[in-house]
């Protein structure tokens, strides 16, 4: 069953009912209503059948039945919402009809009501962090696993696949456990609390004689960042069983954080220094600055060193001193690709930018619908991700320029660091099903070809594409197919050798050795986005190699390999992605490397500051 904006989105269209909330339940309420008139009239018919033959049928209807069932106690009922008021709703009707609700899905505003449930052992499925697509889902917190288990809820940690790719559920339950929720119960959420929800803990959920041999072996602990699957066993039949080691993770398991607060401002502090960081990785070397100090004057790094090279001034107000704390300092993480800043809540057209389907001219800059008043944004600084560089939201072939900003300040001209950062072209599927000219692959290639030598005739410092083409802004290349990175390198090398290029997606790129040496070679960043594949887009992602990608890339030598979220609900996320390419080979530089001075390279933004220490 579906409460909320679900139902209402599917039937409203239609001009059917239910078209809003209250529809929902006089629906599901009539509903109940006749499957009650006919469980009775089945009671009835039953006990007359006891003591004397029929001869007419027991009363039936296939639609009513599943209620009929529902009213008998025979199935679980599983309820998709969101808000306070559809629990509400859904409640009241489980308290007319005497029905049983087993779970509420989703449920990301559950945390604020947890008594709602605790009282009713309604067990509460929902997601570690996925927020922000629509409003139903706008004001869900991370804490939420902890808060509804510290109320005794039983909560379940769900996928929702192909949204969330089914093969990386466990990483739900390390982002629960770093936010607050216990080990114990992290792993019972992927365990024991759904078995017990969907009424099969009898035969699956824990590890007890008797009951189903269902058992993995991990190459670390479960909720340890980039821990994988060595061999699973469903009913006591190997079904997977790894042909490539994996080494256990040196990356610690994420540390659980409860004190993290709800309450965060800006504070401005010009001035300040933090003394004895245990390292500080500069990213200028590959080695970090132990036991550091750093000095910031007026908003700019005066120096970093030792206490001998880099003496904190007496007088100076803002000193945090964490010596002997063994905390590590990094540059401001850099996030790239989505469209953080553009919209608030994708789902609802009048609050974001809207979506560019045709080529523009002239051309379109992200730096024109940029808005600082956005949740994702001060999502991604709290997760320390100090500068964004954000492309228009575009299916089209060129999409228009990318906009660099730092996540803080009161309107865009406050925070945009270069407002033409690099031209945005995509290639692939997402053209060809938007239509026009640049309908295949082929064509895509040829429209390019066409548009970049009608930029060299014009030859006009306005036009983005020349810019490109000359090489004094990035082209920065959506695409996720190797064969198609690979037309594009062709026509880098043999026609527009002054390219600037950066391939962001690449999903293939870590399947092919000699494709690997050629963005070497010709010194193309690669941005990794997303690191972690799912394969819903499966004539795109035939040979994603997924977190060993980033690993494969450094070792051939890519100038800069990046890694980004297209998904701005997990901008913040950017350094466990880092971590989790880290498992997979990346070394601590690179993996620092890849969301900051790695992908400054990539858009040219060195210049600025960005991704070091310096």
């Given amino acids: 069953m579906a409460a909320g904006e679900n139902p209402k989105g599917v039937y409203g269209p239609r001009d059917q009912t239910p078209s809003t909330r209250m529809g929902n339940i006089w629906v599901a309420r009539n509903l109940l209503a006749q499957a009650q008139t006919l469980k009775a009239q089945q009671d009835q018919w039953d006990c007359i059948a ?6 007419n049928p027991r009363p039936f209807s296939s639609s009513l039945e599943p209620l009929v069932a529902l009213l008998r106690d025979q199935v679980k009922l599983f309820v998709h919402c969101y808000k306070i008021v559809d629990f509400e ?7 007319e009809f005497g029905i049983t609700i087993s779970a509420f899905h989703h449920a990301l505003e559950a945390y604020k009501v947890p008594s709602f449930f605790a009282s009713r052992n309604i067990t509460i499925s929902t997601f570690a962090d996925m927020w922000g697509y629509k409003m139903e889902a706008f004001e869900s917190s991370v804490r939420a696993p902890k ?38 119960l992290a792993l019972r959420a992927l365990t024991r609390v759904p078995a017990e929800t969907i009424g099969l803990d009898n035969r699956i959920g824990t590890l007890e004689k008797g009951k189903d041999a269902d058992v993995v072996i991990w190459n670390a602990h479960p909720l340890t960042l980039g821990a994988a699957p060595l061999k699973v066993f469903i009913e006591g039949v190997a079904v997977y069983d790894t042909p490539i080691p994996i080494d256990p993770p040196s990356v610690l398991p994420l540390v659980r954080n409860t004190s993290l607060s709800d309450d965060v401002g800006v504070v401005q502090v010009p001035s300040y220094a933090i003394r004895g960081a245990s390292l500080v990785w500069v ?3 590959a080695d970090p600055v132990v036991n550091a100090n750093i000095v910031v004057d007026n908003g700019i790094i005066s120096c970093v060193g030792t206490e001998a090279t880099c003496p904190i001034p007496n007088g100076l107000p803002n000193v945090y001193d964490v010596s002997g704390l063994d905390l590590t300092v990094t540059p401001g993480l850099i996030s790239a690709d989505g469209s953080v800043g553009l919209w608030n809540v994708d789902a609802e057209e009048a609050d974001h930018d809207g979506f560019q389907m045709t080529e523009s001219i002239p051309m379109v800059r992200a730096a024109d619908g940029l808005r600082l008043d956005n949740r994702h944004i001060s999502a991604a600084w709290a997760g320390g991700v100090t500068s964004i560089i954000t492309p228009p939201m575009s299916s089209s072939l060129i999409g228009g320029t990318s906009v660099a900003f730092y996540t803080v300040g009161d309107t865009a001209t406050d925070a945009i660091i270069r407002p033409v950062t690099a031209l945005h072209i995509n290639i692939g599927n997402i053209v060809k099903n938007a239509g026009g000219q640049s309908s295949t692959i082929s064509g895509q290639i040829a429209d390019l070809r066409a548009a970049f030598k009608g930029s060299i005739q014009s030859a006009s410092v306005e036009d983005p594409v020349y810019l490109a083409v000359n090489g004094s802004i990035p082209l920065v290349v959506k695409c996720d197919m190797a064969d198609q990175v690979d037309s594009l390198l062709r026509l880098q090398k043999n026609e527009f050798p002054a390219l600037v290029m950066t391939v962001l997606g690449g999903g293939e790129l870590g399947a092919y050795s000699s494709l690997a040496q050629r963005l ?20 795109e992602n035939l040979r994603a190699t997924g977190p060993a990608t980033a690993s494969f890339l450094n070792q051939a030598g890519v100038s800069a390999v990046g890694i980004a979220s297209n998904d701005p609900a997990y901008v913040r996320n950017i350094r466990w992605e880092a971590g989790i390419a880290r498992t997979y080979g990346l070394t601590n530089y690179a993996a620092l490397a890849s969301i900051t001075s790695a992908v400054a390279q990539a858009f040219s933004l060195q210049d600025t500051g960005l991704g070091t220490i310096t």
């Fill in 89 to 95: 709703a859904i409640i009241r009707l489980q308290d």
């Fill in 147 to 184: 808060i509804l288990t510290d109320a005794n809820v039983k909560v379940s940690l769900k996928s929702d696949h192909p949204v969330i790719f089914a093969k990386w559920l466990s990483y739900e339950a390390v982002k629960a456990y770093h936010y607050g929720l216990s080990e114990e």
């Fill in 283 to 285: 990213m200028t070397s």
């Fill in 50 to 55: 006891a003591s004397q033959p029929q001869s």
């Fill in 520 to 539: 070497a070679s010709q010194s193309v960043s690669v941005v990794l986005s997303p690191l972690r594949r799912a394969t819903k887009d499966t004539f």
